[in-house]
């Protein structure tokens, strides 16, 4: 009984012995490297919430049809002198550039109605359906082309509207396609020397559809409901310039990390109209 005694004690003591030495190589061997991962941890959320704007404060306070409001200039990379309000269309310019605007940005949301009666497209509540139907009102792409602040697209010339990428995202709970694309300027002659041969844009968009009656106030119906889109782009530019094409490329990027982080400022109409903004 005793040597069965002896044998328990000796156990319980090997055990003991076996978690105090596993305990003490993390505390010293592993213990920076734990250490090290909580420090990283903490830093991601602060590089985190740097690059988000707060809820209770938008600089510049955009809406989307009745899904919500977002922050344009949550990004401030691009373009750095900030957006401003042009006749419909938001162009930003270059920093210590004011000679064409670098990018756009603009909004549609078209119900029922309009697209039957006035853009004379099909209606959908499909998201999956929405993007083609959009990309039919042309003369809203075409408005982006024609602007003098960023490109003349003469009567010579015609444009082709080229899908890079599509995915479906989610942010604050809405479903939207985004699309990655590019913008073709061709002649309509190749005999007619007196426009570039190639001129390109590209562009990020999410489309969305916006219900009527999602507010919580009858007045959010004035946001814009029915099928919607945010648009994104960069200046066109003369591909046969390589500078210029290696200038919109670099653009492209920068406005791709922008739109993102606008896009994850996305909240309800409920909570946008609560925060503070400021209006330009």
């Keep these: ?159 082709e509207l080229i899908v890079d990428n599509s995915e479906k995202v989610s942010y604050n709970g809405v479903d939207f396609i985004k699309e990655e694309g590019h913008i073709d300027i061709t002649r309509k002659d190749p005999s007619n020397t007196y426009s570039p041969e190639l001129v390109r844009s590209k562009y990020i968009a999410y489309y969305y559809f916006s219900p009527e009656g999602a507010g919580s106030n009858p007045a959010d119906d004035n946001q814009g409901y029915g099928m919607g889109m945010a648009i994104w782009g960069v200046r066109p530019v003369d591909m046969s310039d390589e500078t210029e094409a290696k200038t919109m490329e670099e653009n492209y990027e920068k406005l791709k990390k922008s739109t993102k982080a606008s896009m994850e400022t996305l909240i309800s109409l409920d909570d946008y109209w609560k925060i503070d903004k400021k209006f330009y």
């Design 1 to 159: 009984m005793k040597n069965v005694k002896k044998m328990l004690l000796i156990g319980v003591l090997a055990t003991a012995s076996i978690i105090g030495t596993g305990c003490g190589k993390s505390d010293t061997s592993t213990g920076s490297t734990a250490s090290g991962e909580t420090t990283a941890k903490e830093s991601k959320v602060e590089e985190t919430t740097k690059k988000t704007a707060p809820k209770n404060k938008f600089e510049y306070p955009i809406t989307l049809g009745t899904i919500g409001g977002m922050d344009l200039m949550a990004d401030r990379e691009f373009p750095k002198a900030g957006f401003f309000p042009a006749g419909g269309i938001i162009l930003g310019f270059d920093e210590n550039k004011g000679e064409l605007a670098s990018s756009f940005y603009q909004r549609e949301c078209t119900d029922k109605t309009s697209a039957e009666e006035v853009w004379h497209v099909e209606y959908s509540e499909d998201l999956e359906k929405i993007p083609e139907i959009l990309k039919g009102l042309k003369s809203i792409w075409e408005s982006f082309l024609e602007d003098g602040r960023m490109y003349t697209m003469y009567s010579d010339q015609q444009y």
